[in-house]
């Protein structure tokens, strides 16, 4: 029996119709499957646009190929000019080609009445305690008792690391096999602290900025663990996936955003993610974590302490100071 042959129009019609499917629809459902997030990551019209226009000059290639395939691509729609499909069906199809084409600019072009515009609470506090509002980073500005410790550790050559970045830590060593842990920074302060041990003459205040250099290193490595996938490299928001929530991340970079609140709603915040933002934060619920089921206090303050610096932004200093 002879397999029926459907032609090279109604080949380029299924081909548009399955690429766009796939692209549209497709793509989102495996992303879900890949991320394990409870929501598919959209895909960008511009994307779309670019598929689908790969799409039509394959076809315009294989179509335009020869002769006989460029007159079998056209046997169906000179078949419906003559009438061959039937008269009414030619005006039927002929009067709803217009038709569409209009309804699509009508639906495009038409003046909408929307409600209004529900304007972002950018940092809603209603059941933020005021308690927290005279936080301060601890470890933004180590204590004499902080410094001291590290100054004993980096003596010893024992400095130690959060275990997040520990492992890495420990790699490195192997591989270089560094006569000082701390020979894993470049910065100046670091090798300062480096230079006064080897002379046996530590000044606390060298050791403090070397401190503050590893603390800052530990925040930037939890913030690229948990936070730059959404927040981005330079904390604009702009991470890989940014654009799969209903609502982007904030850019911290802007001036109107992590400046004007102080650290301690700032760690508020990062803790209690989007199920502790009160009512008013509504349409607008963030999608972030409760960091504080999975990060400890520690992490989260170091965390913020790399957001401030990457954003190259200071806190607000509360009122009452």
């Keep these: 029996m002879k397999t029926p042959r459907i032609g090279s129009f109604w080949t380029a019609v299924l081909t548009l119709l399955i690429v766009y499917g796939l692209v549209k629809w497709g793509i989102p459902a495996v992303s879900r499957e890949v991320t394990t997030l409870p929501f ?8 779309m646009f ?3 226009m790969l799409t039509l000059i394959a076809l315009f290639l294989m179509i335009s190929f020869s002769d006989e395939a460029l007159d079998d691509f056209l046997r169906p729609i000179k078949k419906l000019l003559r009438g061959g499909y039937g008269k009414a069906f030619r005006a039927a199809f002929l009067l709803a080609v217009p038709l569409l084409a209009g309804w699509q600019v009508y639906e495009t072009i038409v003046p909408r009445a929307e ?3 529900s304007l972002r609470i950018q940092h809603p506090s209603s059941n933020f305690p005021k308690s927290s509002e005279a936080l301060k980073n601890p470890f933004a500005s180590p204590t004499e008792a902080q410094v001291a410790a590290f100054i004993e550790q980096a003596k010893a050559n024992e400095v130690t690391f959060v275990p997040q970045v520990q492992e890495d830590v420990d790699n490195w060593m192997n591989e270089a096999d560094p006569d000082h842990v701390l020979e894993l920074f470049a910065s100046a302060p670091v090798k300062k602290l480096l230079a006064q041990i080897k002379a046996g003459k530590v000044e606390p205040e060298t050791a403090k900025a070397a401190l503050l250099e590893k603390n800052l290193f ?4 939890l913030y690229a663990m948990n ?10 928001g702009d991470g890989p996936m940014a654009d799969g929530f209903k609502l982007r991340p904030i850019n911290f970079t802007d001036n109107g955003t992590i400046e004007t609140i102080v650290e301690g709603y700032t ?6 993610g989007g199920p502790g ?3 008013e934060a509504t349409p607008w619920d963030s999608a972030m974590p409760e960091w504080k ?20 932004k200071t806190p607000r200093i509360p009122e009452s100071h």
Aim: include cysteine; charged fraction near 20%; hydrophobic fraction near 45%.
């Design 40 to 47: 598919p990551l959209p895909v960008p019209g511009t994307l």
């Design 50 to 52: 670019f598929y689908m």
């Design 115 to 117: 409600a209004p515009v």
């Design 218 to 221: 530990e925040g930037r490595a």
């Design 227 to 236: 936070c730059r996938a959404c927040h981005g490299d330079s904390t604009a």
């Design 267 to 272: 760690f508020w915040r990062v803790a209690n």
């Design 277 to 279: 933002l009160p009512v």
């Design 293 to 312: 089921l999975s990060l400890t206090e520690e992490e989260r303050w170091k965390i913020i302490l790399a957001e401030y610096n990457l954003a190259q």
